[in-house]
């Protein structure tokens, strides 16, 4: 399982947040690349325990869902929790400047400790918020070009 706490894998995420610019376009979706980073600074955030979400039955059995997430391949456009859809325009430098802090300050925790935070779908293990975060970004820079 990929995970983000994994040097290679952090260092090559950053490198790849760094070549953005706010004015590159989407190849799917609607989101501006500042908002791509709002919105994976607010599951960075749920991660950490500070964007608590509300809890909600999965569209799929969470067993079922988990796999979709940490193996299976994701699609463009798939939906997502209210707390996370951008709704306003927001500020590129600072976002990104966000985004950077929240991967360290993510990455500097121990991954194999208990106390995480939950999904809106459920429990999360450190390992588990590691992978995840891993393939969401990879997925949203791809969206970019990144």
């Avoid at 799917?28 to 709002?38: E, F």
């Avoid at 608590?52 to 997430?69: D, I, N, Q, S």
């Avoid at 802090?101 to 400790?113: G, S």
């Amino acid at each position: 399982m990929i995970q983000l706490h994994d040097p290679a894998v952090r260092d090559g995420v950053r490198s790849r947040i760094g070549s953005l610019t706010s004015t590159v376009r989407p190849r799917w979706g609607r989101m501006s690349p500042a908002q791509m980073l709002w919105h994976c600074n607010q599951v960075f955030l749920t991660s950490l325990g500070e964007n608590p979400v509300t809890p909600r039955r999965p569209p799929f059995p969470v067993g079922l869902l988990k796999l979709m997430l940490f193996k299976l391949p994701w699609p463009h456009n798939a939906p997502t929790a209210p707390e996370y859809r951008p709704d306003v325009a927001r500020e590129f430098d600072a976002e990104r400047a966000s985004c950077l802090a929240l991967i360290e300050r993510f990455t500097t925790l121990d991954r194999d400790a208990g106390g995480w935070s939950r999904a809106v779908f459920g429990p999360m293990s450190g390992r588990d918020w590691s992978c995840l975060h891993a393939r969401h970004l990879d997925h949203h820079l791809t969206q970019f070009g990144a």
